[in-house]
């Protein structure tokens, strides 16, 4: 499958970022089906992604976007309970978290769910997990699709963050990875390749944004300085937008709410 051959994308979990992802990819003129397990939490996903804090009411405010462009954008969004409704989609992305003790998302969770939906979603569809951390080869061999099983990490926010990483596996063909470049590129992202690897290490972003965290934790537990000093040297003496320690806070779902 090529790019323009793409019509429709289900989105499977409308939490923070499936809603970020939905809202992205009906922007750039596909089909979205969003699956979640409750018609409360579709109903959640919608209002989020129309008044959500980086919804589209707020790009109309910011003059980012018109009510035609908006309208339309919604005329392409269904979302269901149903997971049968994914069955045609082109290309399938995972955004579910349900991680047991609060973790953000749960690795055996998201090899029952592939295993599941290998069998509902059309063979000839990919599929694109948006873990932020579990190697792609691990969750690939839950299904028949190995080939067609690619990694593809949004940033969050997911409309705004400009960056993808797309995870290749050795199983991947070289039009599979293309195909994920081009639906990027169609959403106004730029993306890049990274190879995946045993190991859980999380890509680029996470693992250098973790590796920073721990460095900040370990200075404030020697008692060299205090999480405000930290932030306030990473701000101002790196202009980094948010110190490590921060950051941290902007991960969950707090992001995605107006306060
Ligand atoms: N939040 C971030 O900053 C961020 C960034 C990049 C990637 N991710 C990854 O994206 C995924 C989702 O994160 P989030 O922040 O959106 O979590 P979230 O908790 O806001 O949303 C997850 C959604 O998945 C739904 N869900 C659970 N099981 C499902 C199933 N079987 N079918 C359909 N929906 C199901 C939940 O009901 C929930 O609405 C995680 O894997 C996470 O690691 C998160």
New binding site residues.
Partial sequence: MKPEDVESVGV?????????IAQTVILAGYKVIC????DE?IE??RDTIINGRFGLKGGIERGKLTQEQMDKALAKLTLTTK?EDLGNCDVLI??????SGGE??NKD??LK?FA?LDTVVKKEAVFA??????TIADMAAATKRKDKFIGM??????NLMKVVEIIWTADNSEETIQLIEGLCKKCSKISVRVKDVPGDTGFIG?RIFYAAGREAQKIVEQGIATPEDIETVMVLGFQWPVGPLGMRQ????D??QKK
Avoid: C, Y
């Fill in positions: 499977l979990g409308g939490g923070f970022m499936g809603s970020g699956r979640d397990l409750t939490i959640k996903t997971v995972e955004a579910i978290g349900n991680g953000l998302e969770t998201k769910v599941e997990s948006n873990t932020s951390r579990f990490h949004w940033l969050s926010p997911a996470n902007g991960i969950r779902a992001w995605g």
